[in-house]
């Protein structure tokens, strides 16, 4: 069965968060919306729990209120009907600007009122997140990863629809194929998504992340360090001759795509061989079996 796109409608309600695309009110609106010209007091929102975004720095608060002090909310919220509260709205997309709003002590603040599933805010709140936020590298590919476990969206339709390439999509979920302790370096912003793209291929990349924080090295420098680890493993005659640039970027678009190590064995020549995945958990282990049996 094909692939779906977006969820219903998400392409349109990007337009809402787009601050190039007009207001809804000067292009219509969307079946089951309200007018997209309310206003509503900011006690009658309240934030997503299953918002995507959990960490709003209290400097890009501050400086957010205080352009709303000057200027106001320019761009609307995108809210629903809440859900378990009656006359109560819940934020789809806008939390950060909210929160700001209250800061700059704002009575009320300009909305879109919509219909939306469960599903539909959830894949919103992410699309919102990727595409506004100033995510680090780490955030950007988690959500990426989102997009395609929850939704079955695939590399090249998350790369037309967010206006990425797919190779940045594809570099970006590589990533999450590192081990914990790599990813929160990569996390705190210890480490460049150049670093860890350097340290994908390395033996171990636990060791050589270390290294590379405490020397303070370059993307290059990296590079040349992971090299330098590989080479002892490959030097004895007796081992495995080493793997070409075709087998290991398929590794890696294996490993992107189903967000697990994957390794392929196959001798020179030959036309078979055994393709090995490493999982890290039981859960793991069964998000790859409900993969296959798609």
Same mark, same amino acid.
């Given at each position: 069965?094909?692939?779906?796109?977006?969820?219903?409608?998400?392409?349109?309600?990007?337009?809402?968060?787009?601050?190039?695309?007009?207001?809804?009110?000067?292009?219509?609106?969307?079946?089951?919306?309200?007018?997209?010209?309310?206003?509503?007091?900011?006690?009658?929102?309240?934030?997503?729990?299953?918002?995507?975004?959990?960490?709003?720095?209290?400097?890009?608060?501050?400086?957010?209120?205080?352009?709303?002090?000057?200027?106001?909310?320019?761009?609307?919220?995108i809210v629903r009907p809440h859900p378990e509260v009656p006359g109560d709205y819940?934020?789809?997309? +806008?939390?950060? !600007?909210?929160?700001? $709003?209250?800061?700059?002590? *704002?009575?009320?603040? &300009?909305?879109?009122?919509? @219909? #939306?599933?469960?599903?539909?805010?959830?894949?919103?709140?992410?699309?919102?997140?990727?595409?506004?936020?100033?995510?680090?590298?780490?955030?950007?590919?988690?959500?990426?990863?989102?997009?395609?476990?929850?939704?079955?969206?695939?590399?090249?339709?998350?790369?037309?629809?967010? +206006?990425?390439? !797919?190779?940045?999509? $594809?570099?970006?979920?590589? *990533?999450?194929?590192? &081990?914990?302790?790599?990813? @929160? #370096?990569?996390?705190?912003?210890?480490?460049?998504?150049?670093?860890?793209?350097?340290?994908?291929?390395?033996?171990?990349?636990?060791?050589?992340?270390?290294?590379?924080?405490?020397?303070?090295?370059?993307?290059?420098?990296?590079?040349?360090?992971?090299?330098?680890?590989?080479?002892?493993?490959?030097?004895?005659?007796?081992?495995?001759?080493?793997?070409?640039?075709?087998?290991?970027?398929?590794?890696?678009? #294996?490993?992107?795509?189903?967000?697990?190590?994957?390794?392929?064995?196959?001798?020179?020549?030959?036309?078979?061989?055994?393709?090995?995945?490493?999982?890290?958990?039981?859960?793991?282990?069964?998000?790859?079996?409900?993969?296959?049996?798609?």
């Amino acid at each position: 069965m094909e692939r779906k796109g977006l969820g219903r409608g998400l392409s349109a309600l990007l337009a809402d968060i787009n601050p190039q695309i007009p207001p809804a009110h000067e292009t219509g609106t969307a079946s089951g919306s309200s007018s997209p010209a309310d206003r509503l007091p900011i006690e009658q929102l309240r934030p997503n729990p299953h918002q995507p975004r959990r960490n709003f720095p209290e400097d890009d608060l501050e400086e957010l209120a205080a352009s709303i002090r000057e200027k106001g909310v320019i761009q609307p919220l995108i809210v629903r009907p809440h859900p378990e509260v009656p006359g109560d709205y819940e934020i789809v997309a +806008g939390e950060r !600007r909210w929160r700001a $709003a209250q800061r700059a002590q *704002l009575h009320d603040v &300009p909305v879109v009122i919509r @219909e #939306l599933s469960d599903t539909e805010v959830l894949e919103l709140a992410i699309i919102e997140n990727i595409q506004r936020a100033d995510l680090n590298p780490l955030e950007e590919a988690q959500g990426y990863r989102q997009l395609m476990d929850r939704f079955g969206h695939t590399q090249e339709r998350l790369a037309e629809a967010l +206006g990425k390439s !797919r190779s940045h999509i $594809a570099n970006l979920l590589r *990533l999450l194929t590192l &081990p914990d302790p790599v990813l @929160e #370096l990569l996390r705190a912003g210890r480490l460049s998504a150049g670093h860890a793209r350097a340290l994908i291929t390395a033996p171990d990349p636990v060791a050589l992340a270390r290294q590379v924080v405490e020397r303070d090295l370059s993307v290059r420098q990296t590079e040349a360090l992971v090299r330098q680890a590989q080479t002892p493993r490959a030097a004895p005659a007796s081992r495995a001759p080493a793997k070409d640039a075709d087998t290991r970027a398929l590794e890696q678009d #294996l490993a992107a795509a189903i967000g697990m190590p994957v390794a392929i064995q196959q001798a020179p020549g030959a036309q078979k061989g055994e393709l090995r995945i490493r999982y890290g958990s039981l859960e793991e282990l069964d998000s790859l079996c409900q993969l296959l049996s798609r």
